[in-house]
């Protein structure tokens, strides 16, 4: 399950990563309302977990943006504001849930895993099976292992299918980054799994829609 994570509390955001991570999610950090525009321009997400106090645009206008613009990927806020006001405002514009801070991350794992993960996701791509939050993979219901490496490659591009993964994102997923050994990794990938993998110049890589 892949989540961006928008809180301007540094020390609070890195626990919250990695907490959340060590749960076996993949998480994305924004700061501010401008790198949560960019992020969900580049990638999909299964869930969004928003301050409302945030510098820029707040929570609430944040999540108003992206509804407008048919995004309407599920949204929890995490906030130090309790009132009533706040609360109904934030259901009132499509939040699914509101915890209050301080809280325990166990809770919000808690949470997340009791709504959206009682069955997992699954990703159909020709005769490929691919459950994201496991990383199981299977070819005609026959399992597939990959090294880590180019299970890391295959996540990032196989849940971002028809969006372009900047080359910088995957270059961070190798022991040894190159530009060489992405491309020989991505070429194993290409030949093992049949997958529709273009590079488009100076910008990255994608899996096309079949």
Do not use: W
């Amino acid at each position: 399950m892949k989540i961006l994570l928008m809180e301007d509390d540094e020390i609070l955001c890195e626990s919250l990563q990695e907490y959340l991570e060590s749960e076996g999610f993949v998480v994305d950090i924004a700061k501010d309302s401008e790198e949560v525009y960019h992020l969900t321009y580049e990638y999909n997400y299964d869930l969004y977990i928003f301050d409302i106090n945030v510098p820029k645009e707040n929570g609430f206008e944040v999540l108003k943006q992206l509804k407008a613009a048919d995004d309407h990927t599920p949204t929890f806020y995490i906030t130090a504001l309790t009132d009533i006001n706040s609360i109904s405002k934030a259901f009132s514009i499509g939040a699914v849930d509101y915890i209050k801070k301080p809280f325990d991350p166990e809770e919000l794992v808690i949470r997340i895993k009791t709504r959206y993960l009682k069955s997992d996701q699954i990703i159909r791509y020709k005769d490929l099976t691919y459950h994201p939050y496991t990383k199981e993979l299977f070819k005609k219901e026959e399992p597939i292992y990959l090294g880590e490496v180019q299970k890391a490659l295959f996540h990032e591009l196989i849940t971002n299918i028809g969006k372009i993964i900047s080359s910088y994102r995957l270059l961070d997923m190798l022991e040894q980054p190159s530009s060489n050994a992405l491309r020989v990794n991505l070429a194993k990938l290409k030949t093992k799994l049949d997958l529709e993998i273009k590079n488009i110049r100076g910008q990255g890589y994608m899996i096309e829609e079949v």
